[in-house]
């Protein structure tokens, strides 16, 4: 009788705690909606600083796991508990019978007590040392996971130890009889498809679906589609031309700029024309604060590297190497074998014709209200950004603005 009181009670403040779990990973779950396709959406009441942002850490790709949101898997985590809860219950309904499997419930919710708190700390060191972003209402559910396992133990011999190795000897003696060991690799294969249509499609990742999309571009240290001269793409007088406005600290716009190299190869009547954008006050007078120092250095350099016909390999090697400083700009391009004239690079770098053309599309970018980057535009139409869609999306993007891809055969 005694031990049965103290089951209830443990079963009472589980229930609890779960049920806080549960509520929270709701409301987590909208967060995750709003941040990641609600484009008007407001910030949420978790998200106050830099470091504290809820959205943010939404927004990333390890707020997945295969595909499918954290939030979603700790309600799937929290509905199982319950459900191993009300097992004494459950398994007396005559079509529930097979939950007699489950002999040991408090060894089972320790064990997945201590196991999502132990995945709980891996991921609150991701969200500190790698996307420096934390999401006060996540670190709630950690704690919530620990002191599911702390109460679920409480009585099992050997601890957490003792729990992690019943459970694991229930499960084998599960799997024993043939129709339940049928029936387990039956759900594990409908899971596995599952998870592997949530990760290939990224359907409810917009992040994870960017990342396949740009992840050629982002993990390349080189742009392997570099080209020489001053013209990328097609001269035809006729051709669609697609204005880039780019600052070279900007760490987009040299993903950016791979992606309109391999759409120049794309695209048979497309041309791509450079524009600087640098956001820097040195010689940007519509900004409020400093941002990319050195950025108009690198600009001056590639208008001047123009003068000599080899723009695009200076800017796309400026890109690669983002100096910040004239030595650095100096020293990388005396480096390179481009056969620049370093002397005549230098004084047009400084010339009134190189900071003219640099500020006039300075100035056409403020008076259009866009001053981020990485930009583009053809005619009057502006987008920023890299496209959420990333490589594909572009091509729909060029696509819609009369770009005609190349036949492969």
């Known amino acids: 009788m005694e031990k049965d009181n103290f089951d209830v009670k443990k079963t009472i403040i589980i229930?609890?705690?779960v049920?806080?779990?549960?509520?929270?990973?709701?409301?987590?779950?909208?967060?995750?909606?709003?941040?990641?396709?609600?484009?008007?959406?407001?910030?949420?009441?978790?998200?106050?600083?830099?470091?504290?942002?809820?959205?943010?850490?939404?927004?990333?790709?390890?707020?997945?796991?295969?595909?499918?949101p954290?939030?979603?898997?700790?309600?799937?985590?929290?509905?199982?508990?319950?459900?191993?809860?009300?097992?004494?219950f459950l398994k007396k309904i005559p079509f529930l019978k097979f939950l007699e499997v489950f002999k040991n419930k408090f060894h089972y919710i320790a064990s997945l007590g201590i196991i999502s708190f132990t995945i709980s700390m891996i991921l609150l060191c991701v969200s500190l040392f790698g996307?420096?972003?934390l999401c006060i209402m996540c670190a709630i559910t950690y704690v919530i996971n620990l002191f599911i396992g702390i109460f679920a133990v409480m009585g099992i011999e050997g601890g957490f130890i003792g729990a992690i190795k019943q459970s694991w000897f229930d499960f084998v003696d599960a799997l024993k009889p043939l129709p339940y060991r049928v029936a387990f690799i039956i759900v594990m294969i409908a899971a596995c498809g599952f998870l592997s249509w949530t990760y290939t499609s990224a359907t409810f990742s917009p992040a994870?679906?960017?990342?396949?999309?740009?992840?050629?571009?982002?993990?390349?240290?080189?742009?392997?589609?570099?080209?020489e001269g001053n013209v990328l793409g097609s001269e035809d007088k006729?051709?669609?031309?697609?204005?880039?406005?780019?600052?070279?600290?900007c760490p987009m716009c040299a993903v950016f700029n791979k992606m309109i190299h391999k759409a120049a190869k794309d695209f048979k009547n497309v041309r791509i024309e450079h524009h600087s954008l640098p956001l820097d006050l040195e010689c940007n007078k519509y900004l409020q604060q400093p941002f990319h120092n050195g950025s108009c250095v690198a600009a001056r350099y590639a208008e001047a590297a123009h003068i000599q016909g080899k723009f695009w390999e200076v800017n796309s090697l400026f890109f690669d190497e983002k100096p910040d400083t004239e030595e650095k700009v100096v020293e990388i391009l005396e480096k390179s074998k481009f056969g620049l004239d370093m002397e005549k690079l230098k004084?047009?770098?400084?010339?009134?014709?190189?900071?003219?053309?640099?500020?006039?599309?300075?100035d056409y970018a403020a008076k259009n209200m866009n001053l981020g980057t990485p930009l583009m535009r053809v005619g009057k139409d502006f987008e920023m950004g890299i496209p959420h869609g990333g490589y594909p999306e572009l091509k729909k993007w060029i696509i819609k603005h009369g770009g005609k891809q190349k036949r492969l055969f």
């Open 347 to 362: 004084k047009d770098a400084h010339s009134e014709e190189v900071e003219a053309a640099i500020q006039k599309d300075i």
């Open 131 to 133: 996307i420096h972003k």
């Open 70 to 88: 954290l939030a979603y898997w700790g309600m799937f985590l929290y509905c199982f508990i319950i459900m191993l809860l009300c097992v004494d």
């Open 208 to 227: 994870l679906k960017a990342q396949k999309n740009i992840g050629e571009f982002i993990n390349s240290k080189t742009n392997k589609y570099a080209i």
């Open 19 to 68: 049920l806080l779990g549960f509520i929270i990973t709701i409301d987590l779950a909208y967060i995750y909606y709003e941040a990641n396709f609600d484009q008007f959406a407001l910030p949420s009441f978790c998200t106050i600083s830099d470091l504290i942002d809820c959205d943010g850490v939404a927004r990333t790709t390890e707020a997945q796991f295969f595909g499918v």
């Open 15 to 17: 229930s609890i705690l």
């Open 238 to 249: 006729k051709a669609v031309v697609i204005d880039v406005y780019s600052d070279y600290l």
